[in-house]
């Protein structure tokens, strides 16, 4: 891999905030509308804004990580959408770029855009909620990586999607993530979904990262999660990438790939 043409393909996605004050606005909005709905939700419950020691004190933090994982998928799929909405996406694939320089670049994107709202997320949530994040420690960087890698397999997934269907699937690159949602666990444990629902969550790795937030917030460290987790995310992200692959051979024998980048 080239880390030149790396860089370069990070700084043209992230370039294209400088100048746009409305993608820089919904790129803060929703997370922010998110976690003040949490937030005072949060506080309704626990009965008072200091009174973090009740077992709703999760929600902020399964709100916080949530976007995590929500923002990595968005960033990489809005970076190949950038270019098939300038009609750049022929220009790119017919360059030196390689297609997993341009995956490094577009998870970098995803990456770096969700620290920056993590860290926004965090400082107002310690501020005006009482509630800090890093009181988790150590602990808390494995949660997030796997986060990452469910958020970077998500992202690739949604491409090849797009390859394989066009502009017709643009709506999965928001909605994806949300298919995942009501399975994973994230504002509720596992145990409160149907059993025989539960299997299937236990196969969804933000399930294991949310059931160990849970625990993590009330000192018990739940390693288990996190290892099944990291598998988990190695084998979809093997897959996802397979996949890609597959669609992208296709989108070339049948000219997909001009259509897409001419629409």
Known sequence: MNRERIIGLFLRYTYVYRRSWIRVLEFVFWPLMDLLVW?????????????????????????????????TQL?????????????NLINLFVSPITIGEFFVATILVGITKSLLI???????????????????????????????????ACGILTIAFLLRWGQAAESLA??????????????????????????????????????GLRSGLEGIYAYNHLLWATALNFCYLGLSFILFKHFFSIAKEKGLLVKLGTQ
Not at 40 to 55: A, D, H, I, R
Not at 192 to 205: H, Y
């Open 39 to 71: 937030g005072y939700l949060t506080l309704y419950l626990t009965g008072s804004p200091k009174n973090f020691s009740s077992p709703f004190q999760f929600l902020i933090g399964a709100m916080i990580l949530w976007d995590v994982l929500y923002r």
């Open 75 to 87: 960033g990489i799929t809005l970076s190949f959408l950038e270019d098939v909405w300038s009609k």
């Open 118 to 152: 993590v860290g926004l997320l965090g400082t107002i949530a310690a501020l005006f909620f009482h509630f800090n994040l890093l009181q988790l420690g150590t602990y808390l960087l494995p949660l997030v990586c796997n986060l990452f890698l469910m958020g970077a």
């Open 174 to 211: 928001w909605a994806i993530p949300i298919l995942f949602q009501p399975f994973a666990a994230v504002f509720y444990p596992l145990h409160v979904l149907p059993t025989s629902i539960q299997p299937l969550s236990f196969l969804i790795p933000a399930t294991h990262v949310f059931e």
